[in-house]
T-cell receptor
Framework: GENVEQHPSTLSVQEGDSAVIKCTYSDSASNYFPWYKQELGKGPQLIIDIRSNVGEKKDQRIAVTLNKTAKHFSLHITETQPEDSAVYFCAASRTGRRALTFGSGTRLQVQP | EAGVTQFPSHSVIEKGQTVTLRCDPISGHDNLYWYRRVMGKEIKFLLHFVKESKQDESGMPNNRFLAERTGGTYSTLKVQPAELEDSGVYFC??????????FGQGTRLTVV
């Protein structure tokens, strides 16, 4: 089955700096890669996603890049703000099996 | 538009008791998923409904877990009898025809 590894497990940055979270996946058939943000006491919130036919996608301060050959994808957050502090999860799934396989999560702390 | 709603938000039960979790998906979403996060580990898939049918139940841990989706609307997840290792946060998610899945706030289950 699919296996998704996520690094780092914790990340602390100064407000205004950039943050990068990386994930690798094992199933070459995976073709959908979402990122979720989970704040304390809330459920995971979809913040951005990318399909395998696209190498990069951007939405304001967040962007995701995908390298299909290397089977890894990354989340980039620029100009970080304290409200970006949360746990971020990457995930992968494929056509024919919608179940998401999640990474272990990254706790991002943005220091004011 | 209302999001995915889960009841209860917290449940504390004794080992051997029964607990039923409920999920109301976003209206019109045919796909409904159950996931859980145990002991701060990664979020793991339990099962996937398409309307009232179980599409994929490969993640269900054992026969103490029973999921139903009456009439293709809300879903329930029953744990009977509950064991200590069942403690965790249970998430429900729903999606329309596409890949994007939207999560509820979760039910924190504590078995003592």
């Amino acid at each position: 089955g699919e296996n998704v590894e996520q690094h780092p497990s914790t990340l602390s940055v100064q407000e205004g700096d950039s943050a990068v979270i990386k994930c690798t996946y094992s199933d070459s058939a995976s073709n959908y890669f979402p990122w979720y943000k989970q704040e304390l006491g809330k459920g995971p919130q979809l913040i951005i996603d990318i399909r395998s036919n696209v190498g990069e996608k951007k939405d304001q301060r967040i962007a995701v890049t995908l390298n299909k050959t290397a089977k890894h994808f990354s989340l980039h957050i620029t100009e970080t703000q304290p409200e970006d502090s949360a746990v971020y999860f990457c995930a992968a799934s494929r056509t024919g099996r919608r179940a998401l396989t999640f990474g272990s999560g990254t706790r991002l702390q943005v220091q004011p | 538009e209302a999001g995915v709603t889960q009841f209860p938000s917290h449940s504390v039960i004794e080992k051997g008791q029964t607990v039923t979790l409920r999920c109301d998906p976003i209206s019109g979403h045919d796909n409904l998923y159950w996931y859980r996060r145990v002991m701060g580990k990664e979020i793991k898939f339990l099962l996937h409904f398409v309307k009232e049918s179980k599409q994929d139940e490969s993640g269900m841990p054992n026969n103490r877990f029973l999921a139903e989706r009456t009439g293709g609307t809300y879903s329930t997840l029953k744990v009977q009898p509950a064991e200590l290792e069942d403690s965790g946060v249970y998430f429900c998610a729903s999606s329309p025809q596409g890949f994007q899945a939207f999560f509820g706030q979760g039910t924190r289950l504590t078995v003592v």
